[in-house]
């Protein structure tokens, strides 16, 4: 699958966005699907997952409250809308694909993840 991640931008703190990432091929809906996000120098932070059916989702506890992940399996999206953003919310924002996750705290493992878009930036200013 590939994944394209869209939406990214300039945004003043307090205030919204909202990211789509959309996939190409066919079974869409058997992937998991998650957002990460990484600043320079640090290392890619998961900020929100979804099960394949979208009956399940798990936020970062740094975004609790501000961000929702949902899904439309039946046009190959993803979204990540982000409100309340803060400075601290800055980063390169990248959607991915796990054809399996087997247990929750994997949702929050990069390395569970079998496919990744290219990422698009989110600039918070103050």
């Known amino acids: 699958v590939q994944l394209q991640a869209s939406g990214g931008g300039l945004v003043q703190a307090g205030g919204s966005l909202r990211l789509s990432c959309a996939a190409s091929?066919?079974?869409?809906?058997?992937?998991?699907m998650g957002w990460f996000r990484q600043v320079p120098g640090k290392e890619r932070e998961a900020v929100a997952a979804?099960?394949?059916?979208?009956?399940?989702?798990f936020y970062a506890d740094s975004v609790k409250g501000r961000f929702t992940v949902s899904r439309e399996n039946n046009k190959n999206m993803v979204f990540l809308q982000m409100n309340s953003l803060k400075v601290e919310d800055t980063a390169v924002y990248y959607c991915?694909?796990?054809?399996?996750?087997?247990?929750?705290?994997?949702?929050?493992?990069?390395?569970?993840?079998?496919?990744w878009g290219q990422g698009t930036l989110v600039t918070v200013s103050s």
């Open positions: 991915a694909a796990a054809e399996y996750i087997h247990a929750e705290p994997y949702y929050f493992m990069a390395v569970a993840y079998d496919y």
């Open positions: 979804i099960s394949s059916s979208g009956g399940d989702t």
């Open positions: 091929g066919r079974a869409f809906g058997i992937y998991a």
